[in-house]
């Protein structure tokens, strides 16, 4: 298995690059329309990955690819490293660190939120709003719902939590009756 590391150094290459040309959003555009060219047929990737087949062979499948589904220069010429140094396997762990750290240089956070129950848009925007204030920095929230929780919420911003669900509450409650 190919340590993060790694693949994150693609992705920050990648990041590097496209930032300098300022073509960090067609860059962005190109590879979520491969991702979704890899996962609707999850073969493209195995065959690319394949030891069976000549690297020639991969190399014309991948342009062929590029005519059907025409990308910018630096995009095709990235896919093209990753095929020669047999790393198209992680296409999509490499995807996900040129999301994040291109959002990183534009100031943008991510935040996952877990929540008792769906948001509304609203409140998507004021909690969004909330956190900005909170970090200093743009923030993107990424719900999912987990009604376990029982209410209230988790975010978790980086490596920070802020836990305020209802579920996290009472078992805090519980600790302290025993321990009374």
Not at 32 to 48: L, N
Not at 71 to 87: C, D, E, G, P, Y
Request: proline share 3%; charged share 25%.
């Amino acid at each position: 298995m190919t340590p993060s590391a790694v693949l994150g150094r693609y992705a920050r290459s990648l990041v590097d690059i496209a930032f300098e040309k300022n073509i960090e959003d067609k860059v962005a555009e190109d590879l979520k329309t491969y991702c979704e060219i890899f996962s609707a047929v999850p073969d493209v990737i195995e065959t690319f990955d394949s030891p069976a087949l000549p690297h020639d062979v991969k190399e014309k499948l991948l342009a062929e690819l590029a005519v059907r589904y025409p990308i910018n220069a630096i995009t095709s010429n990235f896919l093209r490293v990753l095929l020669q140094h047999n790393r198209i396997r992680y296409f999509h762990e490499i995807v996900d660190g040129f999301m994040k750290a291109a959002s990183e240089r534009k100031g943008i956070v991510s935040a996952q939120v877990m929540a008792a129950a769906p948001m509304s848009q609203q409140e998507i925007k004021s909690l969004e709003a909330r956190l900005t204030g909170i970090t200093g920095k743009a923030v993107n929230v990424e719900l999912q719902t987990d009604a376990g929780l029982l209410g209230g919420m988790v975010v978790q911003i980086g490596s920070t939590i802020f836990d305020g669900s209802i579920r996290t509450r009472l078992a805090e409650m519980k600790r302290r009756l025993k321990e009374a």
